[in-house]
């Protein structure tokens, strides 16, 4: 502490030089953090705005193509830094009327479809609507002069045949879209809404919103047909079995296997054979083929599948088993089942080994990463194990889900096709950072997109450019600065040779004397760098304070961390401890004889 306190009273002795080497080091301290500042301010203020804006992570579609719904499904998988995909339908159909009764007023605007977990809605304070709610963005809300809580009727129309229709449906406002998140007159509803848009003007039904038109009807297809004949076929007419029928492979079945494919026991005098497909599975047009080639014959044709695993549910057991064909052509040959004359709709027949009582049950078909449930009428019959049976053409359209989603229609009772592909869809990345490389990877896929990302790579280059003028700028500025603190402190040694060789002369050793100039080197800048911590602080709120209205609340144009501060004192401490080693280097070579020659 003794050198400390010498050192400082030396500094304050030569006062006014002392003041011109902390104004010395201020000046070169001051601009690099008003330079610096700027840098990162700027920096972050544009990186925080890329980030909070989930528009700039937005992954846009710019060709229309079909997308499959397990696409969708499996894309976050394919592709990582994915967060949110949401389908959508043709930008045409989704154009629409909004009517505000209570206003009068009526706007058009088209619907967007959104999902749980919706960047632009949910970071921009607004909620996610659920069923029976739509969000508006400001724009459209605007036109409509609706708010939250309002009702809007929305009114879709289509041509079928000359003739105008329209179809109607309500939604609640649920939330109001600011007009930074979207610019456009949109309502944003869920996906089943902006489908059911689309179905009405492609001229489907709509049952859920009453809406008159086209079921979209499942239809059923066949893995392979039965024959069942009176006389065994020959080998021609086995060949003209598979021959332009859409069946690749003819087998005779005979024992025990052939009563377990038709479901009862065949009449011994009689030949069964099982036509089978090679891939795909075929509609009824190839069972009609293969009937007009067995024309006269005397055969029965029996629609066949694979059998399909199936859950049956009543209100006291579940069972599981396998479902298989059965036709109503097995009335003609005998011995009948008793129950087969009246399998037809959704009815299932069960063996009694299942343990199941008669009457309403449901049944869940899961194929794949496909499910369906619907509801059958379970009737018991005492043939067979681990089978149970559905009409041939019940049987065939649950079949169809191992190619097609299929969906069970409460209103219509029906079993209906849900939409096979999309034509595009909303994809955010996690972050910003992750937008390049999953824009790679759709574009590998042959899917052309539309990102921010040239606006993400100029802020990066930007920062590039600033880093590297900022360490040029920073690289002359320490030279100059090590330079100035090396030769004043070299020279204060040099005057005060006679008082230092003095002092070790009194005692002091050469490694305390060492220490003084070192002293001095801190104390001065430590001055400058105080100095040029309140020059960056009142120049920064002034360069803030200019550009206050475009800014947010949160941001600042010219600003530094604490880390930042904290860095720059061990930087400059360290370099003018640095500076201060050449003016020690100076003291070891002092003689204290010289103090004695003065004398």
Partial sequence: MLILRLAFKDLRHDWLLSICLVLAISSIIAPLLILFGLKFGTIETLRSRLIEDPKNREIRPIVTRSYPREWFENLEESIPGVSFIVPMTRQISTTLTAINTSAG????????????????????????????????????ARGLEASVGEIITFETRRIIQGRSESGMLTLRVAGILEERASSLKT?????????????????????????????????PVFDGTLVYTPEPLTRLEEVMLINNTGFGRVDKIEGPLAGQLLGYTPHPEWSVYQVTVLSRAVTDESLQAVRNRLRGKGAVVIPWIEPLPVTLTTATKT?????????????????????IASLEGQV????????????????????????????????????????????????????????????????????????????????????????????????AEGITVHTARERIGEVRRLDTYMSLIFWLIAAVGVVGGISALTASLYASVERKKKELNMLRLLGLLKREIIQFPVYQGLLLSGGGLLLAGGVFLLVAGVINHLFREHLRATESLCTLSGFHFAVLVVGVFALSTLAATFAALRVTRLDPAEALRDE
Wanted: charged share 20%.
């Fill in 105 to 140: 007023v009526r706007e058009q605007l088209s619907l967007m479809a959104t999902a749980d977990g919706d960047p632009l809605l949910l970071e921009n304070g607004v909620a996610v609507p659920e069923d029976g709610e739509c969000v508006l963005t400001e724009v459209a």
């Fill in 319 to 339: 069972f599981s088993a396998h479902l298989a064909a059965l036709t109503d052509a097995a009335t003609l040959v005998a011995p009948v089942p008793p129950a």
């Fill in 348 to 443: 299932i027949l069960v063996p009694e080994s299942a343990g199941l009582e008669p009457g309403e049950a449901s049944l869940l078909l899961a194929v794949g990463d496909r499910t369906l449930t619907l509801p059958v009428t379970l009737i018991i019959n005492g043939q067979g194990e681990g089978l149970v049976h559905g009409s041939a053409s019940l049987a065939g359209t649950l079949n169809l889900l191992r190619y097609r989603d299929l969906r069970y229609d409460t209103q219509s009772a029906s079993l209906l096709l849900s939409r096979q592909g999309y034509a595009g869809f909303r994809l955010y990345a996690t972050t910003i950072d992750e937008v390049a490389a999953v824009q790679e990877q759709l574009e």
């Fill in 187 to 219: 309502a944003f509803v869920s996906l089943d809404v902006v489908e059911a848009v689309e179905d009405f003007k492609d001229g489907r039904a709509v049952p859920t919103y009453g809406w008159s038109g086209e079921l979209p009807v499942a239809y």
